[in-house]
């Protein structure tokens, strides 16, 4: 919004032409419409992703037609790990490698994937013990590196949120939080 007023400003100012009231209305209908149009995009998004098993069936036919598209790959990572599915996932990968061995973004969901896969275990039994004892600072330390390690930093946010309503006072945490943060 405020590049397009901005640009709206320059191009009045290019062109000779004053601020007066029409063209503050004018100003104030596009900034109406774009704001609008961003919230059909936010509600297109968010009812998307309530379509999960469309989307992974979207996202899976554009890897079919192009293995190497590394946006398909990004977008059906998350689904596959939330399944347990890495081995899928570092195949997709190494097929995709296959056609664009330079990729740095195929390379690194690789990575990933492969070592998602190694942490898997020890993510699960973590989890599984922080349901049982939801104060365990360990735990929770180590699940926040653990998934900041292969990129989830999605799942560390909400456990740096516990972290810091749990262990207010605990200057050991606080410090790891700022460290993760760095």
Known sequence: IPLSILTALVVMQLT???L???TLGGLAVAVGRVVD???GVLENIYRHRAMAAEAE???RE???LGPGNADAITAVTPFLWDRGAFDEAISICDTAL???PNNLDLWRFRYYAGKRKETEGEIRALLDRL???SKSRETVRRLIELYSSVGETNKAAPLIDQALSDFPNDADMLRFIIN???
């Open 62 to 64: 554009a890897l079919a």
């Open 57 to 59: 069936r979207a996202y």
């Open 20 to 22: 007066n009231i029409m």
């Open 131 to 133: 349901d049982h004892e």
């Open 37 to 39: 149009d961003a919230i």
């Open 98 to 100: 296959e056609e664009d």
């Open 180 to 182: 993760y943060y760095e």
């Open 16 to 18: 000779g032409i004053s």
